[in-house]
């Protein structure tokens, strides 16, 4: 069956940095479309980032813009969120997503979730 194992989620002090991984199995990870939501308590899920099949196009949200990089490796079937200038506000689950067809910035659009990896920034 399809997974979608996250990792590197922590603890760091705010101007930190940390490194997401999300390493996917059962499924043709170079036919996904693969994005990054984040999730803190009593909010809804949001979109972080996403990155397309060949890893040439991505998006951003725009409270991480300039922060965050997404990747990808289909060698690995790994997809990557490099997060620098870390802030309090940036601290929730984070959760990689995988869509066949239309992924983009809403949840509802991807077919395959991670668990998810806590990430927590203090000031």
């Known amino acids: 069956q399809v997974q979608l194992v996250e990792s590197g989620g922590g603890l760091v002090q705010a101007g930190g940095s940390l490194r997401l991984s999300c390493a996917a199995s059962?499924?043709?990870?170079?036919?996904?479309?693969m994005a990054w939501f984040r999730q803190a308590p009593g909010n809804e899920r949001e979109f972080v980032a996403r990155?397309?099949?060949?890893?040439?196009?991505?998006a951003y949200a725009d409270s991480v813009k300039g922060r965050f990089t997404i990747s990808r490796d289909n060698a690995k079937n790994t997809v990557y969120l490099q997060m620098n200038s870390l802030k309090p506000e940036d601290t929730a689950v984070y959760y990689c997503a995988g869509s066949r067809f239309v992924g983009y910035a809403s949840p509802s659009q991807y077919d395959y979730w991670g668990q998810g990896t806590q990430v927590t920034v203090s000031s």
């Open positions: 990155i397309s099949l060949s890893g040439v196009s991505t």
């Open positions: 059962g499924l043709t990870f170079s036919r996904y479309i």
